[in-house]
């Protein structure tokens, strides 16, 4: 089932070495089914926190059959 009992949001910085050490802001959306089981619904990695990434990310979820929350 496809079916998720709540979807929690959150972000948080993390060092990522790229040409260099930077802190980036890592999303990611994990879900909860009513079994308990959580799943890694939807992840980036953006330079910033910003309501633009979140918005991206609920559209592609969306996109993707995310229905029932």
């Known amino acids: 089932s496809d079916k998720f009992f709540c ?21 990611i959306a994990i879900g909860i ?7 890694v619904i939807d992840y980036c990695i953006a330079p910033s926190e910003n309501i633009e990434v979140w918005t991206d990310m609920l559209q592609n979820m969306k996109s993707r059959g995310l229905k029932q929350v």
């Open 7 to 27: 979807v929690y949001l959150d972000a948080t910085y993390l060092p990522l070495r790229r040409e260099t050490f930077e802190r980036e802001a890592v999303y």
């Open 33 to 39: 089914k009513p079994n308990g089981h959580k799943e």
